[in-house]
């Protein structure tokens, strides 16, 4: 069983699309986060929805927006894909917004944007 | 600014060695200190929590220090194998305890 899964896994997209990403988590974690991993392997939060509710949002362009429809569910859609958006997103969700609880990551969606 | 850096930026050692990875962190307010492992393709998945009071934790051939006062952490792994090639990342949690500052993770290569 997939704790916390992440379609698609590969997605290769022409500049200026429209696309989402879907995260689901079978853990009853409270809160979920996608995090953006760049080519340098660094990762970057750019959402965190606790219960369904947005807590974190980081300097992340208007173009992303994420959506949650109940808490085992964190979907990110990006408007007007642009080349910089290519990267590693990563889903990930934790039994609460406090960090002392551990964090489980899904497998990542590679997004390629020509 | 929170920041987190680890060294090396790469390693390569052969089965069976030892080897120590290095994270420096300036994060304030500092609440713990988390090591993953992150193979190719793959999300990372949490070694060891370090909290504030705890200076050495152990995970099977993974041990975990922390100098609170210096600032740094250190992920040692022994009699290494090739399953352990992967990417090391240092995540710090701040007070709040719902912001991570990660570090750019250390590659590490398990050779025959």
């Known amino acids: 069983d997939t ?24 853990l009853g974690h409270d809160t979920m986060y996608w995090y953006k991993q760049d080519s340098k392997k660094f990762l970057k939060i750019m ?12 300097t992340v ?6 959506k ?47 | 600014k929170n920041q987190v850096e680890q060294s090396p930026q790469s390693l390569i050692i052969l089965e069976g060695k030892n080897c120590t990875l290095q994270c420096n962190y300036t994060v304030s307010p500092f609440s713990n200190l988390r090591w993953y492992k992150q193979d190719t393709g793959r999300g990372p998945v949490s070694l060891t929590i370090m909290t504030f009071s705890e200076n050495t934790k152990s995970n099977g051939r993974y041990t975990a220090t922390l100098d609170a006062d210096t600032k740094q952490s250190s992920l040692h792994i022994t009699a290494s194998q090739l399953s352990d090639s992967a990417s090391y990342i240092c995540v710090c949690i701040t007070g709040g305890g719902n912001k991570l500052t990660f570090g750019t993770g250390t590659q590490l290569k398990v050779e025959l």
């Open chain 1, 68 to 114: 949650s429809p109940d808490k085992a569910h964190l979907n990110l859609h990006i408007n007007s894909l642009e080349l910089g958006d290519s990267a590693v997103y990563f889903c990930a969700s934790s039994p609460s917004d406090r960090g002392g609880y551990g964090y489980t990551f899904g497998s990542g969606t590679r997004l390629t944007v020509v």
């Open chain 1, 3 to 26: 704790a916390v899964s992440q379609t698609p896994k590969y997605l290769v997209t022409q500049m200026g699309n429209d696309k989402s990403i879907k995260c689901e988590q079978n």
């Open chain 1, 47 to 58: 959402f965190s929805y606790n219960n369904k509710e947005l807590i974190i949002n980081e």
């Open chain 1, 61 to 66: 362009p208007n173009r992303f927006s994420p």
